[in-house]
């Protein structure tokens, strides 16, 4: 599908959802709350088909955070991108890791980095830093005087 | 970093949800982090069952330098040398996605004289690669000898790119809008070399390996990876190419020159270790006639786009991807549009390649976990980033 048609398309399945201008693919945003619906009619919806998620990050804009999803369909090979705005205080969001398995690992490197939980994962624990580590680094709050050195 | 107590406590959660693994004879080993078959620092905790291997677990982090958080306070030429020591063994492939990542931003468009280099380049340090993965994946299973053959050539590309570049693994040759400098005189020369001298030894290769029955019994069977759950763990590069995914980036979403070349794309169905072996196997041929083709028709001109010396990308999100030895590597840049990133993530290959190795050895012997690993070709400092 091109981008035009999936932009026609995607209001029908989620009725609420808000398009970013710019960027060279589709941008929509959903609400957090309803991602875990969306995500699996998005997979599993024959017009989309979206098998493949090649990205899973989250971006901190100081006033909330936002998960950043990546899709992209192997059939298709027509792509999108999914945010949802996501509480700084209380950052909770549904996994997706049953129905794209990559997602177990991006989403412990998101919990440890920034500190999102994502309600229902198997094996919420953190990736890359230690157990005992203290903070989310990638944080734009985050302080560490003693490793960290600013240019 | 993590206590004994603490590693069998997670390995006992993790293997409870695997389904009945506390019966008796159930072993917890801990393969790394410091051990010859990871190359490198990662540590797998391992449940056993005899020889079974009922549950892998990855440990990682212990080479995380948290270069995403470095690069938010490096300009937009800065952050590119960091990426070279992600995966130091394709850095030149590394540099380019994110040359290419800040290009699009510029909206600059390289000259011809740049696209072929870096084409070029990228080729070369894809065989250095591969050719590296081939001595170290004989060597894990037992063939010592492959390990120097393999070196003795590789020795040569790095000949060739510390001639041109002045590095052998961290290059920092590609910069935003070209490369940093003109190739060497004796470039052309001295790769034609190479492509004589390798095209024989390739065929070697095959004649000491690849025919090898003893290495096929350890290849054939092993390490079964489906087409869906390739695509379901997000594998990318040789490792999903084995299972019969397409998914090269270089066909599917060609940049610079490769839509000019002549290539095959390299499909195995079969997705067990020997059909891993086989796609990188010939795409080494495939990067020797791609090099071929294009040593000759190097255009004349610029080798580099003129650009600011301080460069600005507008508010926005930019995407590259490019195709790494090992899979398909990302660059994700955040922009608010001042002189570094305000978010930059990098999807490296080899995070989510790690990502089905749990799924890949369940069943299988011990022993087959080294070459499992050894065909998912992991470079760990671009796991832990």
């Known amino acids: 599908m091109t981008n035009e048609a999936l932009k026609i398309k995607l209001p029908e399945l989620i009725p609420s959802v808000v398009f970013e201008e710019g960027g060279e693919w589709i941008t ?33 804009w100081k006033t909330h955070l936002t998960m950043v999803y990546h899709l992209t369909s192997t059939i298709y090979r027509h792509s999108l991108v999914i945010k949802a705005k996501l509480d700084r205080n209380n950052p909770e969001i549904e996994t997706v890791s049953d129905i794209w398995r990559t997602a177990e690992f991006h989403e412990r490197e998101a919990y440890d980095l920034f500190g999102v939980k ?3 994962h198997p094996d919420l624990r953190r990736l890359l830093l230690t157990d005992d580590f203290d903070g989310y680094p990638l944080r734009k709050d985050f302080e560490d005087p003693i490793n960290m050195i600013k240019l | 970093m993590y206590r004994e107590t603490q590693i069998i406590k997670h390995a ?16 917890v080993i801990n393969v790394g982090p410091q051990h010859p078959s990871t190359h490198g620092v990662l ?46 063994l394709s850095s030149h492939i590394n540099n380019h996605g994110c040359a290419m990542c800040v290009e699009k931003g510029l909206q600059v468009e390289i000259p011809p004289r740049a696209k072929v280099i870096r084409v070029l380049m990228d080729e070369l340090t894809r065989l250095a690669s591969h ?20 070196f003795r050539e590789r020795e040569m590309i790095n000949d060739i790119m510390e001639e041109t570049c002045g590095a052998r693994l961290t290059m920092n040759y590609m910069v935003p809008g070209g490369v940093m400098y003109d190739i060497h005189p004796n470039f052309q020369k001295r790769v034609k070399e190479f492509i004589e001298e390798f095209k024989k030894k ?35 590069g040789p490792t999903a190419r084995g299972s019969g995914v397409s998914c090269d980036i270089r066909k599917l979403y060609p940049y610079e020159v490769y839509d000019q070349v002549q290539f095959n794309e390299i499909i195995e169905t079969d997705g067990d270790c020997f059909a891993r072996y086989l796609v990188r196997m010939q795409e ?66 080899g995070f989510s390649n790690l990502s089905a190795l749990n799924h890949m050895a369940k069943g299988y012997k011990i022993g087959d976990l080294v070459a499992i690993m050894g065909t998912l070709d992991l470079v760990i400092p671009d796991i832990d980033r």
């Open chain 2, 131 to 150: 050719q590296l993965w081939w001595g170290a994946m004989a060597m894990d299973v037992g063939a010592l000898t492959p390990f120097f053959h393999a």
């Open chain 2, 202 to 236: 390739i065929d070697e290769y095959d004649e000491l390996v690849t025919g090898n029955i003893i290495f096929q019994n350890r290849m054939k069977g092993v390490g079964y990876l489906t087409k869906e759950d390739a695509i379901s763990y997000g594998c990318t």
């Open chain 2, 284 to 349: 080494m041929r495939q990067s020797l006639s791609m090099v071929e083709q294009l040593i000759d028709n190097i255009p004349e001109g610029d080798f580099q786009a003129k650009t600011k010396a301080v460069l600005k990308l507008p508010k926005g999100e930019f995407y590259s991807k490019i195709e790494t030895a090992r899979g398909e590597f990302g660059v994700y840049i955040v922009s608010e549009g001042g002189t570094t990133p305000y978010r930059i993530k990098f999807r490296s290959p």
């Open chain 1, 118 to 120: 994502f309600l229902h």
């Open chain 2, 12 to 27: 006992q959660k993790a293997s409870s949800n695997g389904g009945n693994l506390e019966e008796a004879g159930d072993l």
């Open chain 1, 28 to 60: 929509a945003f959903v609400d957090a709350s309803a991602w875990k619906t969306i995500a699996q009619q998005l997979r599993s919806n024959e017009d989309f088909q979206f098998d493949y998620l090649f990205c899973v990050t989250c971006v901190d």
């Open chain 2, 43 to 88: 540590h797998l905790v391992i449940t056993l069952h005899g020889e079974t291997i009922k549950n892998v677990e990855p440990h990682l982090g212990y080479i995380h330098r948290s270069i995403e958080k470095m690069c938010e306070s490096l300009s937009y030429r800065q952050f590119i040398y960091v990426t070279s020591r992600m995966d130091y």
